[in-house]
C-alpha cells in the first residue's frame, strides 16, 4: 500500500485535506561520495522506492527526488498516523473559526486548574 492509496483526512471546518507530517532523507549516491559528505543521512546508490524503504523504518515513502545521473538523492518519508495540526485542520486559520464558533455556541473548554 502506497501513502497516496490511503484516505486522506479532510479538515473538519472546510473540507480541505489536511497536510501529513512527513520528513525528507538525503541521500549520497556512492559512486558521488566524497570525502565531505554534507547534509546526506544515507550513503548508497538507490535506484526505486523499493531501495528507499530497504534504508527507512518509516512504512510509507511518499516521493523521491532523482538527480541528474539517475539515482535517488532525496526521498520523503510518512509514518502512517501524524498530521499537522493533529489531523483536524488544514490550518491555524481553521482552527481558530473551530474555537469562535464553539465559543459562540457556548461550548467552554475547563483547564487543569492549580490546587
Not at 490511503?6 to 507530517?21: A, D, E, T
Not at 556512492?30 to 531501495?51: H, N, W
Not at 493533529?86 to 473548554?109: I, K, L, M, W
Request: glycine share 10%.
Amino acid at each position: 500500500m502506497t501513502a497516496t492509496s490511503l484516505p486522506k483526512k479532510s479538515c473538519i471546518v472546510c473540507g480541505r485535506p489536511v497536510k501529513r507530517r512527513t520528513y525528507d532523507v538525503g541521500v549520497e549516491p556512492i559512486s558521488q561520495r566524497t570525502a565531505y559528505q554534507g547534509s546526506a543521512q544515507i550513503v548508497a546508490d538507490i535506484a526505486s522506492k523499493a531501495d528507499c524503504q530497504r534504508h527507512t523504518n518509516q512504512p510509507y515513502i511518499v516521493s523521491t527526488v532523482r538527480g541528474p545521473d539517475g539515482w535517488i538523492i532525496r526521498f520523503t518519508v510518512w509514518d502512517g498516523v501524524s498530521y499537522f495540526h493533529r489531523g483536524y485542520f488544514c490550518t491555524g486559520n481553521c482552527a481558530q473559526a473551530q474555537g469562535y464558533a464553539s465559543a459562540e455556541h457556548g461550548e467552554r473548554y475547563v483547564w487543569k486548574r492549580g490546587e
